[in-house]
């Protein structure tokens, strides 16, 4: 962007532009301490630094890509102060806020990978069961602090939930995903048989399945409920294991529930398979905080008995 285009961006500084000391530009600016430039090139880019301000000044009082305070090209964002042979420019790039609009915007168009009905999408922490919270306080807690305060780029560990049917643990897993979608955090949602399904199904069609592949491997949060449920050999778990394994060395958190815990995932395998379950075993426990969760199956006690 030059910088006519970035001084357009703000009229009102520039229209209330007066004599500055290079002394008060460095004080307002304090980039420019790290900057090797001359007062007199700090007083040639006086128009440029005032735009400047009020470009952080913006940025400041960030809401979200949606809320961007700029106008025009300038919206998703940032300017940062540089120089060049003795000479203050900017330099510009893409927000952080701006591409985590791009990443909720990628995940939804592959929304249909999820299979989240809108019964899921009524999941929440007010209407978890109240004997589960009590049950199984330290769950519940982490649960909740990661739904409600993990930032895209934090490096948090996942959250791997196991125990029998029907005693909440799906309920929890999209309690937490709601939650992240409200505050617009990228993430997905996958049952591990619908997913695998899904890409044996492409194949067939000769459709490309490395799109689908890259955006579980890269979104911000990906839930992977059912894990163990479905059928395993060695299409499922090498791409299961890419998945897992691209995951764990960006540090990119994983959500789980399952029937089984970690360590008796595909115990049933083969010993040649050996060499995918395994390492797949390794890094899903060394990036979760692993939780058990029993108590009464819901769908049991709830169920509705008509009498003749």
């Known amino acids: 962007m030059s910088f006519e285009r970035v001084a357009g961006l703000l009229p009102k500084l520039v229209k209330n532009r007066g004599a500055r000391s290079a002394e008060e530009l460095r004080s307002v600016l304090p980039a420019l301490a790290e900057l090797s430039v001359s007062d007199e090139a700090v007083l040639r880019a006086e128009p440029l630094l005032l735009d400047l301000i009020e470009q952080e000044q913006i940025c400041g009082d960030c809401r979200g890509y949606d809320r961007c305070g700029k106008i025009g090209d300038a919206r998703g964002m940032y300017h940062r102060l540089a120089a060049y042979n003795g000479e203050l420019t900017v330099e510009t790039g893409y927000c952080q806020p701006y591409k985590e609009h791009l990443d909720v915007q990628r995940a939804a168009k592959y929304d249909s990978y999820s299979l989240r009905t809108q019964y899921d999408r009524l999941l929440t922490f007010a209407n978890f069961p109240e004997q589960q919270k009590v049950r199984k306080p330290k769950l519940y807690s982490v649960a909740y602090a990661f739904a409600n305060h993990f930032a895209p780029g934090d490096q948090m560990k996942g959250l791997y939930i196991f125990g029998p049917a029907g005693v909440g643990k799906t309920h929890l897993l999209h309690a ?17 048989d619908a997913l695998f399904d899904r890409l044996r199904s492409m194949i067939g069609e000769s459709r490309d399945i490395e799109p689908v592949l890259n955006l579980f491997s890269t979104v911000s949060v990906l839930a992977i409920d059912e894990i163990g449920q479905e059928r395993p050999n060695e299409f499922t778990l090498e791409k299961l294991f890419r998945i897992v394994n691209q995951r764990f060395a960006a540090k990119l958190p994983i959500l789980y529930a399952s029937n089984f815990a970690p360590p008796d995932l595909y115990g049933r395998m083969h010993s040649d398979m050996l060499a995918f379950t395994d390492p797949l075993k390794s890094r899903i426990i060394g990036s979760s905080r692993v939780a058990y969760l029993d108590g009464d199956d819901y769908r049991i006690t709830h169920m509705e008995l008509l009498d003749d």
Do not use: D, H, T, W
């Open 176 to 192: 937490m995903l709601n939650r992240l979608e409200e505050r617009r955090v990228p993430c997905m949602f996958v049952r591990a």
